[in-house]
């Protein structure tokens, strides 16, 4: 996994970041906050190892597209339980032909990637891929794909988007039906972090 601090200024409150496929850090730059802030991506291996959240008096993680899947596996390594659990436009189930990406879509997707499909890419999750690792994306996507399910954890706050097209809304509902009293949906695409502007709105 990739660690990649937004925000280190030694705050008292670390808001630890599980970002999407190809996008990384991209869709949170904007955010202002008064927390220090680190986003973890790319998930062919989940072997993240923390040393940072022991630091802080308080930790939220946020769990974004294939961050979501990731967030059980991460949750097991960290010294500081985290405060709050969010989940953004992802699903626990990535590679689902029900609850997430149909297995065959994901598989496609991996064998024709090229410059060309990452950008078609980008406009449909409405966020832009800095420099493209071809190889390491496409590894990534198969891994993603390959990994059991990990034991769901219980999120606080799951955020939908009824325009994501990524993840279709009617598997996400589906992917989230043991948590659906935590479920917001907004009037987005995959991004809806492009229309905030402070981390507390994402947070709401």
């Given amino acids: 996994m990739r660690a990649e601090w937004l925000s280190r200024a030694g705050?008292?409150?670390l808001l630890l970041v599980l970002g999407g496929w190809a996008v990384g850090a991209e869709p949170f730059r904007h955010l202002e906050t008064v927390a220090d802030v680190l986003v973890l991506s790319d998930y062919r291996a989940l072997d993240w190892r923390d040393a940072v959240t022991a630091g802080y008096d308080r930790v939220t993680l946020v769990a974004y597209s294939f961050g979501v899947a990731a967030a059980g596996a991460v949750l097991a390594q960290l010294t500081r339980q985290p405060a709050q659990l969010h989940a953004v436009c992802g699903s626990p189930f990535p590679c689902d032909a029900r609850r997430g990406i149909a297995p065959g879509v994901l598989r496609a997707t991996a064998a024709g990637l090229s410059e060309a499909s990452l950008a078609r890419f980008a406009r449909r999750a409405g966020a832009p891929v800095p420099a493209p690792d071809i190889a390491a994306l496409r590894d990534e996507l198969r891994a993603v794909a390959a990994r059991p399910p990990a034991p769901v954890p219980s999120f606080d706050r799951i955020t939908l988007a009824?325009?994501?097209?990524?993840?279709?809304p009617e598997a996400l509902t589906l992917a989230w039906a043991d948590q659906a009293d935590r479920?917001?949906?907004?009037?987005?695409?995959?991004?809806p972090f492009a229309g905030w502007r402070h981390w507390t709105e994402a947070l709401a």
């Fill in 11 to 13: 705050r008292g409150e």
């Fill in 162 to 168: 009824r325009r994501d097209r990524i993840f279709a």
């Fill in 183 to 191: 479920l917001r949906w907004t009037e987005t695409g995959h991004n």
